[in-house]
């Protein structure tokens, strides 16, 4: 019933990538080479005073903290901090998107959905970043860990260091268990590499069962795909969390939201979504996935619709808890975030990017019905949660330093061009649409 | 309730069947004014040529208003006609007003369609909406098709809805 269809990865196809990712290379030297002689130390200063009165107007405590921190963090160049800030704010959207991918096939099977059966390749595809991500992200890590991570400074669990912080060293044990605090941070450590193992260990289980299904048929590799789904969405639950703890949260060490594991994976989750459209979409207008229909396109327009609801409602949760108790220590996060450039205006285009535009655009039937007012969508989402894990992530690394800029958009470029290499790629590897699912006839027979 | 209606019923006992005479009974130039049937009949909105419902719309209408109305109290009362000071907060402050806001917005919303639908479906308080055959809440779909909208005879409508597969055919009066 379904014909062998193959996505061919054209050499036009990379050749546009190739440009657009020169593209981003070029933005990213230019950018570089701004950060570099734009004199920033003399701003620095401006600005840190700036901070002085303003943290100081919210509490004493805080405030010695940060100046603490602005002063000691001389690390690195403010240029070089701005890539690394950078690559670990794409590193962290991106591998959101791959696991989203494998999220979404995991969810289909527990649900036992038959609508998504004809796209359930894409989100596959889109898996094989994990592997890539994880793989940069240890890197990165070892490279650029002491000017992202505060807490990786051994001075804070020195007690009788002069910069000795009480705070973190309360935490430490999160990090740094079993050995002392201060040394290599071996729990942190053996998470990011467990998470990275067990989801790459769920991704080749269930990618085996359904490339195994073309050839052979019948229902075993369904209910065996099935069965790796449910096991992968609980250690998902837990992990996705505890990573949103690890890799985005931490990095603002003295703050926390106990609401963070969900704010991160909703985030991933409607991104995530928007890029599975967002290929649907260019594959059938490429004239590709036949089978796929208004039917399944408003299905998907549904979620990005609903979704953006929930990260509104994880958002702004977050946000009212956190303004109406008021504890310094917490509100701090917010105020830097609402009044420090560039993340102030982020910090609002977020909430019509993410939240107004697609609530709007998307309530009518037609307009989740026809492609082109989905891919508009699409696009501002995606690039509204680009702003939303920016801000996520470089205020706590660059504190007032911090710029939206050529430097900041190559990166996101380059990234977006590799992880459409690595998904494609995968892609063009497989059969585009599953021949023997067993709710391929439910799905093309889809009507809502 | 209007009265001097003449209608003629179609009685049937598939829904496949009805589907199809649906298609054919309107392609015979009959104009159909509604199909009652005790379960939902996939596709028999397309085959009827209903134009899609306007309720969503009003429903956002609806939306909008609790938005506004809500926004507007909590901004007058606490903010100017009995300010509060409520830990430390400006009086007229935003976000606390957002929860409310959301949920006074869904309440006007849902109920708002809840009551529209009612209403033009014929189905507010005191108005019994009209029972072509009582078999339709039970295992018979039931075609009405109103006289006064059709050039064709009593008879002739009749003969196009046996030839379509209806079980019965009957006169119905209000």
């Known amino acids: ?15 546009k990538l ?50 603490a921190a602005a002063e000691e963090h001389h690390g690195s160049p403010v240029w070089l901090k701005r890539v690394y800030a950078a690559v670990w704010h794409n590193n962290i959207f991106f591998i959101g998107l791959g696991i989203i991918g494998l999220f979404f096939v995991a969810i289909q099977y527990a649900a036992q959905a038959g609508w998504s059966a004809p796209i359930k390749r894409i989100p596959l595809a889109m898996g094989s970043w994990i592997l890539v991500g994880g793989i940069i992200m240890i890197l990165v890590w070892f490279v650029a860990k002491s000017d992202i991570f505060h807490w990786t400074h051994a001075d804070l669990f020195d007690k009788s260091s002069k910069s000795y912080d009480p705070i973190i060293d309360g935490k430490g044990g999160f990090f740094y268990w079993p050995l002392q605090h201060g040394g290599f941070p071996i729990f942190f450590f053996l998470r990011m590499v467990l998470f ?23 229902s075993t ?11 992968f969405l609980v250690i998902f639950a837990v992990s996705s969390s505890i990573a949103a703890w690890d890799w985005v949260m931490s990095i ?15 985030s991933w989750w409607v991104t995530g979504l928007t890029a599975i459209t967002l290929i649907v979409i260019y594959l059938k207008d490429a004239g590709y996935l036949k089978v796929v229909n208004a039917n399944h396109l408003h299905d998907l327009g549904k979620f990005i619709f609903a979704f953006s609801i929930f990260w509104t409602y994880i958002w702004f949760g977050q946000f009212l808890l956190i303004y109406y108790a008021n504890i310094p220590e917490e509100t701090i996060y917010f105020i830097n975030q609402m009044h420090t450039a560039p993340y102030n205006w982020i910090f609002y285009a977020n909430l019509f990017l993410n939240f107004v535009f697609p609530f709007l655009l998307l309530m009518t039937r037609d307009s989740k019905r026809h492609e082109s007012m989905l891919k508009v969508v699409c696009f501002i989402v995606i690039i509204g949660h680009w702003f939303d894990f920016y801000n996520m992530v470089t205020p ?44 391929m006839e439910e799905s093309l027979h889809y009507h809502i | 309730m209007q009265s001097n209606k003449n209608f003629v019923v179609g009685i049937f006992d598939d829904e496949d069947v009805l589907l199809h005479a649906v298609e054919k009974i309107r392609h015979s130039g009959v104009r159909i004014d509604e199909v009652y049937s005790p379960f939902p009949v996939h596709g028999l909105d397309d085959a009827l040529g209903y134009r899609r419902t306007r309720l ?20 007058w009362m606490l903010g100017y006609d009995w300010p509060m000071d409520i830990g430390g907060k400006n009086y007229a402050s935003l976000p606390p007003f957002i929860p409310v806001t959301f949920e006074f917005t869904v309440l006007c919303a849902s109920w708002g369609l809840v009551i529209t639908f009612l209403i033009v479906s014929n189905m507010k308080p005191y108005s019994w909406p009209r029972s072509y055959d009582i078999r339709s809440t039970d295992d018979k779909h039931v075609m009405a098709i109103d006289l006064a909208h059709n050039k064709m005879s009593k ?3 009749g003969r196009v809805l046996k030839e379509n597969g209806a079980s019965e055919v009957n006169e119905k009066n209000f």
């Open chain 1, 252 to 266: 603002d060490t003295h703050w926390y939201s106990t609401m963070f594991g969900w704010y991160v994976f909703a």
């Open chain 1, 396 to 439: 706590g690394v660059m504190k007032l330093e911090g710029g939206m800029g050529f430097l900041e958009i190559g990166m996101g470029l380059i990234f977006t061009v590799v992880f459409l290499f690595v998904v494609l790629s995968a892609l063009s590897k497989m059969q585009l649409v599953a021949k023997h699912h067993p709710f």
């Open chain 1, 221 to 231: 590799h369904w209910f065996k795909a099935r069965k790796f789904s449910a096991i």
């Open chain 1, 18 to 67: 190739f440009i657009l990712g020169a593209v981003g290379l070029l933005f990213l030297i230019v950018g570089i080479f701004m950060a570099k002689n734009s004199g920033g130390h003399e701003e620095h200063h401006a600005s840190t005073e700036i901070s002085k009165t303003l943290t100081a107007s919210v509490a004493p405590q805080e405030a010695d903290h940060q100046m």
């Open chain 2, 56 to 75: 969503p719309i009003a429903s956002f209408m609806f939306g909008l208003m609790g938005t506004i109305l809500a926004l507007f109290t909590q901004t």
């Open chain 1, 196 to 218: 990275f193992g067990l989801w790459y260990l769920f991704f080749a289980w269930i990618k085996k069962e359904m490339l195994a299904e073309d050839l052979n048929g019948g």
């Open chain 2, 155 to 157: 008879d002739e409508i």
């Open chain 1, 1 to 15: 019933m379904i014909a062998d269809e193959k996505y061919d990865f054209k050499s036009q196809t990379k050749t």
